[in-house]
Nanobody, 120 residues
């Protein structure tokens, strides 16, 4: 089994910043994609940003220019630095990883989610 543990959510005013961190542990032989999704009330879960193990990054249009994703393959961590936050960024943010175990094929794992609220 694999665990993804997130930290760093909270309440911030519009224009502020937050930093989300996620650490993967457990039966991990290799991690392919790793990143962040979010889900606002009444909406579907959507991509925020992901990065492959060779560093190819994909941002949602809404995150481009404001958010920065980084990854440490050795530590099995991924960080999302969010700047210039807007009320529409309010959502539960989920860490995601595509993980291959020692004796298993790649499968998707999700963290428990961390709440980000942008409000004055």
């Amino acid at each position: 089994q694999v665990q993804l543990v997130e930290s760093g959510g909270g309440l911030v005013q519009p224009g502020g910043s937050l930093r989300l961190s996620c650490a993967a542990s457990g039966d991990i032989f290799s991690i392919n994609d790793m990143g962040w999704y979010r889900q606002a009330p009444g909406k579907q879960r959507e991509l925020v940003a992901t990065t492959t193990k060779i560093g190819t990054i994909n941002y949602a249009d809404s995150a481009q220019g404001r958010f920065l994703i980084s990854r440490d393959n050795a530590r099995k961590t991924v960080v999302l630095q969010m700047d210039s936050l807007r009320p529409e960024d309010t959502a539960v943010y989920y860490c995601y990883a595509e993980v291959r175990g020692v004796a298993t094929m790649y499968r998707d794992y999700w963290g428990q989610g961390t709440q980000v609220t942008v409000s004055s």
